[in-house]
């Protein structure tokens, strides 16, 4: 079974930057793809973010423009650079699989999370 284990989180002021990295091993479902997803303390979860093999990204509305998904497929290492952060971006931080490989697919497996918190 697939392991997903985040890292890189932490606080930063408003308009700051962090990049979270998702360290990815075990054999995972080959139509699964990577992504990201959130959950702030009182609200539901929202994905953000995926990445197919190809290379193909897709975005929640909320995050484009500031948030960049990428992969190291040697290291199988998957990153959410993260610009332009606000207080609305505080949350903990999920890397998961998703299928289909949009930020609307169903979330398969998730990490243990990452806190980022922003503030203002």
């Known amino acids: 079974q697939v392991q997903l284990v985040e890292s890189g989180g932490g606080s930063v002021e408003s308009g700051g930057s962090l990049r979270l990295s998702c360290r990815i091993s075990?054999?995972?479902?080959?139509?699964?793809?990577t992504g990201w997803f959130r959950q702030g303390s009182r609200e539901q979860r929202e994905a953000i973010a995926t990445?197919?093999?190809?290379?193909?990204?897709n975005y929640a509305d909320s995050v484009k423009g500031r948030f960049t998904i990428s992969q190291d497929n040697e290291k199988n290492i998957v990153y959410l650079q993260m610009n332009n952060l606000s207080y609305d971006d505080t949350a903990m931080y999920y890397c998961?699989?998703?299928?289909?490989?949009?930020?609307?697919?169903?979330?398969?497996?998730w990490g243990q999370g990452t806190q980022v918190t922003v503030s203002s």
């Open positions: 075990g054999l995972g479902n080959p139509y699964y793809c």
């Open positions: 998961a699989d998703f299928f289909p490989c949009v930020v609307t697919g169903d979330i398969k497996y």
């Open positions: 990445i197919a093999d190809n290379g193909t990204t």
